[in-house]
C-alpha cells in the first residue's frame, strides 16, 4: 500500500478539508463555533438556498476518510445538512443533534423566529449500517425529537458479501456505497415536497431493493499510521468494507472478467423480497458503481464495459449507470458494484399504501451538491443559490441564535420546572440524590470486578467505563452541576444521559445515554402526566427500552445489558415493587453466565474457554448493580 502523504498525519486534516469543500458550493456554510452551538464539523445549506415548498429536510453523514462523503452531496436536492467524525470514526451524538437542528431551519422569508419555528422542517436522516453510526445517530435523533424536531430515519445496508456470516444475522448487512445512491432519490423527493413519511417510506422500499458487494487489490493507509499488512502476492479481497475491514475472502487476480462473475454472483445470490431471488431475469436495474479511490479511470472504464457485458448475459436491463468516487476508503485500490431492483422497487410502490413515485425521475432531477456525477433529464426546475462571504463559514444561522423549541416548553409547563413533580412520582428530591450517589459508589466499588469479568470475556474497558460515567454523575451533584431539588424528573434524566454521552464513550455509553434521553422524554409526555407515578414509572421505562430497541438488536439472551435492564423493566410493569425488580434483573445478569455472545467484541471469545463460561456479562452485572444500589438508597 501506498504510505506517502501530502499531510503526514491526520490532525486538523478534517476541518481543512471541510474548508476545501465548502468553497466549492456557495450556498454552503461550515458551521464552527458559537454561543450556542460548539463546533460540530457540520456543513449545512444557507436557508436562502433551499426550496421553498420542501418540508422535509434529508441529512447523512459518517467518519471522515470517504470524501466527497457527505459535505459534497450537501446541497439543493440532496442533503440540507452532513456532518462528519474523525477518520473512519463516527461523530458524537451532539455534532449530529447540531446538524439536524441547522437541517430543520426553514427557508428564509420575512417573518420572526416564533414564525420560523412553526414553519421547522422535518428531519430523515441517512444511517449506515454499522454499531457506532446507529447508536451515536440514534442518541442525536431522540434528543432531537425531545427538541419538538420530528425526526425518522432510513438505514442503509447494502452489502450482501457477508449476509451468509455467522454472527451477522443480529447487526445486520454492512452499509456501502449505496448509501450515497439513497442520498440522491430521497434528497430530491424531500425537494420536491415530500412528507416525512412519504420520505422514510420511499427510502426503506430503495434499501430492501437494493445490494452491493466491495473488492479491493489492497488496503488503504491513513496518514500518520504505521502501514498495516498487506495483501502479499496476485490476490484481492472480495467483500471489503469502507474502513479497511478485511474482506470475506481472498481470491486470486485474474482478471477484471473472473472478478467482476464473482461479484455479480453474491449479488444476484442474495435473498430478495420473500423467499425469491433478488434480481429475477429481465428486471430492470439501475447500476451504481464506486470507484474505492485508488484505481485509475482508464481501469475504471474498462471495468465499467465488463459489468454491462455480464449485466446482459444474466438478462437485467440497466435503466441508468452511475460511476464515479462517490464514497471512498481514502487511497483504497477497489471499487464496489451496487444493484437497485427497479422492477421490485415500482411492485412495491404500488402494493404498500401511500404515494407512487418515479424513482429513476428522482435521479434524473437536478442537483447543485457538487459530488454528485450522474444523468440528469429535468431541466425545467430553477436553482436558487444564496450569497456567501469569503470565508464561507458560520458560528450559527440567521442571527446565531436557537429557533423556539416548542415541543421542549410544553413539556416543562406540563411536566414541572424548579423541581416539582418528584411528589407526583413517588420520591422526594433528597431520597433521588441519595439513589443516585448510592448506586454510582457501588459502580466504583465493582469496578475491579467488572474489568476482570469484561478482561476475560470482552476488551477489558467496561470496570473502568461505567466508573467514569460514575465519576462524572458524582462530580456533577458535588459541583451543583446537577441540583435534583430544582429539577423535574424528565430534566433530571435528561441531564444524567448528557453526562453518560460525554463521559462514558463507547457502545455501552451510547446505549444508556438513549435509554436515559427517552426516559426523558417520555416522563415529560402528555400520555403519561396523568397516570399513577406506579404505572408512569413502569410505561416510561418501558418507554426508553423500545427506543432503546430501534438502534440495537440486542435483546434479553444476546448477553449484554438487555439481560439484566429488561427483567427489571418488565416486573415493574407487572406490578413489583422494587426489590422484586431487582431481583429479577440480578438472576438477569446471572443467567449470561457461559451464554453465547451475539453482539460486541465478546462474539469473537469462544464459550469452549471455561474461563467465559464462568463470568457474567460486565455490561449487565453493571446494570444489576445500578439498580441494587438505586434500590438500597431509595
Known amino acids: 500500500m501506498s504510505t506517502k502523504h501530502i499531510y503526514p498525519s491526520t490532525d486538523g486534516l478534517v476541518l481543512?478539508?471541510?474548508?476545501?469543500?465548502?468553497?466549492?458550493?456557495?450556498?454552503?456554510?461550515?458551521?464552527?463555533?458559537?454561543?450556542?452551538?460548539?463546533?460540530?464539523?457540520?456543513?449545512?445549506?444557507?436557508?436562502?438556498?433551499?426550496?421553498?415548498?420542501?418540508?422535509?429536510?434529508?441529512?447523512?453523514?459518517?467518519?471522515?476518510?470517504?470524501?466527497?462523503?457527505?459535505?459534497?452531496?450537501?446541497?439543493?436536492?440532496?442533503?440540507?445538512?452532513?456532518?462528519?467524525?474523525?477518520?473512519?470514526?463516527?461523530?458524537?451524538?451532539?455534532?449530529?443533534?447540531?446538524?439536524?437542528?441547522?437541517?430543520?431551519?426553514?427557508?428564509e422569508g420575512p417573518d420572526t423566529d416564533v414564525q420560523r419555528a412553526a414553519r421547522r422542517r422535518d428531519v430523515l436522516v441517512v444511517i449506515n449500517n454499522y454499531t457506532g453510526d446507529r447508536l451515536n445517530f440514534g442518541l442525536a435523533i431522540e434528543k432531537a425529537k425531545a427538541m419538538g424536531i420530528r425526526v425518522d430515519s432510513v438505514v442503509v445496508a447494502d452489502d450482501v458479501s457477508l449476509v451468509r456470516a455467522a454472527g451477522v444475522g443480529l447487526v445486520g448487512p454492512r452499509g456501502l456505497a449505496g448509501n450515497i445512491f439513497v442520498c440522491k432519490i430521497l434528497g430530491a423527493l424531500a425537494d420536491e415536497g415530500g412528507?416525512?413519511?412519504?420520505?422514510?417510506?420511499?427510502?426503506?422500499?430503495?434499501?430492501?431493493?437494493?445490494?452491493?458487494?466491495?473488492?479491493?487489490?489492497?488496503?488503504?493507509?491513513?496518514?500518520?499510521?504505521?502501514?498495516?499488512?498487506?495483501?502479499?502476492?496476485?490476490v484481492y479481497e472480495i467483500g471489503l468494507g469502507l474502513h479497511n475491514e478485511p474482506g470475506v475472502r481472498k481470491l486470486p487476480l485474474n482478471g477484471a472478467e473472473e472478478m467482476v462473475r464473482n461479484m455479480l454472483e453474491l449479488i444476484m445470490e442474495s435473498p430478495g423480497q420473500g423467499d425469491g431471488a433478488r434480481f429475477p431475469r429481465e428486471s430492470e436495474v439501475v447500476l451504481f458503481v464506486n470507484n474505492l479511490g485508488g484505481i485509475s479511470q482508464l481501469e475504471m472504464g474498462a471495468v465499467l464495459?465488463?459489468?454491462?457485458?455480464?449485466?446482459?448475459?444474466?438478462?437485467?436491463?440497466?435503466?441508468r449507470i452511475y460511476m464515479s468516487s462517490y464514497m471512498t476508503s481514502l487511497n483504497a485500490p477497489g471499487f464496489s458494484i451496487s444493484l437497485l431492483n427497479l422492477t421490485s422497487v415500482k411492485h412495491m410502490m404500488s402494493t404498500i399504501p401511500g404515494p407512487t413515485f418515479d424513482v429513476v425521475q428522482l435521479l434524473d432531477m437536478p442537483t447543485d451538491a457538487y459530488a454528485w456525477v450522474g444523468t440528469s433529464l429535468a431541466t425545467n426546475m430553477v436553482t436558487q443559490q444564496g450569497r456567501r462571504g469569503e470565508s464561507g463559514e458560520s458560528g450559527d444561522s440567521f442571527t446565531g441564535k436557537r429557533l423556539p423549541t416548542g415541543g421542549t416548553n410544553k413539556v416543562h409547563e406540563d411536566g414541572g420546572r424548579g423541581g416539582s413533580g418528584w411528589e407526583e412520582m413517588g420520591a422526594t428530591p433528597t431520597r433521588v440524590q441519595k439513589a443516585?450517589?448510592?448506586?454510582?459508589?457501588?459502580?466504583?466499588?465493582?469496578?475491579?470486578?467488572?474489568?476482570?469479568?469484561d478482561t476475560i470475556a470482552g476488551d477489558g474497558d467496561c470496570g473502568e467505563t461505567f466508573s467514569a460515567g460514575a465519576n462524572g454523575i458524582l462530580t456533577a451533584i458535588d459541583k451543583g452541576e446537577i441540583d435534583i431539588a430544582n429539577l423535574a424528573p424528565m430534566e433530571l434524566f435528561a441531564r444524567i444521559a448528557d453526562i453518560l454521552e460525554d463521559k462514558m464513550g463507547g457502545t455501552i455509553g451510547a446505549l444508556l445515554?438513549?435509554?436515559?434521553?427517552?426516559?426523558?422524554?417520555?416522563?415529560?409526555?402528555?400520555?403519561?402526566?396523568?397516570?399513577?407515578?406506579?404505572?408512569?414509572w413502569g410505561k416510561s421505562l418501558s418507554d426508553a427500552a423500545t427506543a432503546l430497541g430501534r438502534y440495537t438488536p440486542a435483546k434479553e439472551g444476546d448477553r449484554t445489558i438487555m439481560d439484566a435492564l429488561v427483567p427489571f423493566i418488565r416486573a415493574l410493569e407487572r406490578g413489583s415493587d422494587m426489590k422484586g425488580a431487582v431481583d429479577d434483573a440480578k438472576a438477569g445478569a446471572e443467567a449470561t453466565r457461559g451464554m453465547r455472545a451475539k453482539l460486541g467484541r465478546a462474539v469473537y471469545v469462544g464459550t469452549e474457554h471455561k474461563d467465559v463460561v464462568s463470568v457474567p456479562d460486565p455490561g449487565a452485572w453493571g446494570i444489576m448493580v445500578v439498580l441494587q444500589g438505586i434500590m438500597e438508597g431509595l
Open 195 to 234: 412528507s416525512l413519511e412519504d420520505v422514510k417510506r420511499v427510502g426503506d422500499i430503495v434499501v430492501g431493493n437494493l445490494a452491493s458487494v466491495g473488492i479491493g487489490l489492497e488496503h488503504c493507509h491513513v496518514p500518520g499510521r504505521e502501514g498495516g499488512e498487506g495483501l502479499e502476492g496476485s
Open 16 to 107: 481543512k478539508s471541510l474548508r476545501g469543500g465548502v468553497l466549492l458550493n456557495p450556498s454552503l456554510v461550515l458551521q464552527v463555533a458559537s454561543l450556542s452551538h460548539p463546533p460540530s464539523k457540520t456543513v449545512y445549506t444557507k436557508p436562502s438556498a433551499r426550496s421553498p415548498g420542501a418540508r422535509v429536510s434529508v441529512i447523512a453523514g459518517g467518519g471522515s476518510g470517504h470524501e466527497p462523503a457527505h459535505i459534497g452531496y450537501t446541497g439543493r436536492g440532496m442533503l440540507a445538512a452532513s456532518v462528519c467524525g474523525d477518520v473512519f470514526a463516527s461523530p458524537s451524538a451532539k455534532q449530529i443533534v447540531s446538524a439536524i437542528e441547522f437541517a430543520a431551519l426553514p427557508a
Open 436 to 453: 443516585i450517589q448510592m448506586a454510582c459508589r457501588a459502580l466504583l466499588e465493582a469496578e475491579r470486578k467488572l474489568t476482570e469479568f
Open 305 to 319: 464495459g465488463e459489468i454491462v457485458r455480464q449485466l446482459g448475459d444474466a438478462q437485467l436491463r440497466p435503466a
Open 513 to 536: 445515554a438513549i435509554f436515559f434521553t427517552s426516559l426523558s422524554l417520555s416522563l415529560g409526555s402528555p400520555q403519561n402526566l396523568e397516570a399513577s407515578h406506579e404505572s408512569r
